[in-house]
């Protein structure tokens, strides 16, 4: 049996249940519990809050974790990364009240900053060479400035509009986070193994996010120069259509490269190009 934790509540725990639920692993996940079995799969999911997930699987106490890598590197807990989930995108960034006219390694020096990441930010500080006081509070970060306890801050930020809200303009990235599946760093065979069977169903489902299958009519004597366009997995799939002379093409192209390859493919004569999500790709 492995032991997972979870996020409780929160921005990660829709993410993370949605997940092992695709994964395939069942569960009941009534309101309020604080750890359930899978009926189907060897594992054990414990529900927590996401500050606490590095420090139960560093313990041993779960022998994995899905929880934000902000997180995980703010509380320098020795655990290992497994793989990154694609989900709970975010970046750790400093602040300033907008009508200030911000100079990088300036305007910073001597102020008081507020926030949730104390090691993440004098680490970054120290690389800097700059010298500020920080004042570690847990929640509420953005309100700081304005009630006078900090000149900036340093929190997280996913579209901006918080940010914006509480009249503060995003000056510095210092980290770029999504969530992240963490291990123990020893574990026995036996668990190994559970982690790496749902690994590569986490992997299937990660990389079937990314890509699409795309499907496209093309006159015969145009399929050469369409198959020099497509990466695909091995080859395209090239079957005849009924009426003759055109042929039918099938292939997977990822999300990234995807708007490219389409303009590419018409202008090579491709047409009816269908495009569908893919559930699960295994390589
Ligand atoms: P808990 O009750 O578990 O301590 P929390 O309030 O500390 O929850 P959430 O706000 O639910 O945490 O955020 C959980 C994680 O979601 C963050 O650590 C981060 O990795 C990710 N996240 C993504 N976007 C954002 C955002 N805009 N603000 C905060 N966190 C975000
Ligand atoms: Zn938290």
């Known amino acids: 049996m492995l032991r997972i934790a979870i996020q409780k509540s929160g921005r990660l725990h829709d993410d993370s249940i949605g997940l092992l639920k695709d994964a395939g692993i ?6 309020g519990r604080l750890r359930t079995e899978s009926y189907n799969f060897p594992l054990e999911i414990f529900f927590l809050r996401d500050d606490d997930i590095p420090e139960y699987v560093a313990d041993g106490v779960a022998d994995i974790g899905i929880v934000g890598e902000n997180i995980v590197l703010e509380k320098g807990k020795r655990v290992e990364t497994v793989s990154r989930l ?15 006219d911000y100079l990088p390694g300036k305007t910073l020096e001597g102020s008081r900053i507020a926030t949730s990441y104390p090691n993440i930010l004098s680490k970054y500080l120290k690389e800097k ?13 953005e309100i700081a400035p304005s009630i006078g306890l900090a000149d ?10 918080t940010l914006m809200m509480n009249g503060l303009k995003e000056v510095e990235t210092i ?8 291990a ?14 749902l690994n590569f169903r986490f992997d299937a489902l990660l990389r079937a996010k990314s890509h699409k299958y795309i499907l496209m009519n ?13 990466p695909g997995m091995r080859s395209p799939t090239v079957l005849p259509l009924a009426e003759s ?39």
């Open 152 to 161: 900036a801050i340093c929190d997280l930020v996913s579209s901006g509009s």
């Open 245 to 283: 002379g055109w042929s039918s093409i099938h292939t997977v192209v990822s999300e990234s490269e995807f708007w490219s390859i389409i303009e590419q493919l018409k202008a090579a004569g491709a047409e009816g190009i269908l495009v569908t999500s893919i559930e699960k790709m295994i390589l």
């Open 129 to 141: 060479g700059i010298q500020a006081t920080l004042h570690d509070i847990s929640g509420s970060v």
């Open 175 to 182: 980290l770029k986070s999504e969530a992240i599946l963490i």
């Open 86 to 100: 694609g989900f709970g995108k975010c970046r750790l960034s400093i602040a300033v009240p907008k009508n200030i």
């Open 218 to 230: 093309a006159p015969n004597q145009n399929i050469p120069q369409i198959i020099e366009l497509l």
């Open 184 to 197: 123990a760093p020893q574990l026995n065979a036996a668990k190994q193994g559970i982690l790496e069977q």
């Open 26 to 31: 069942g569960f009941s996940n009534g309101y």
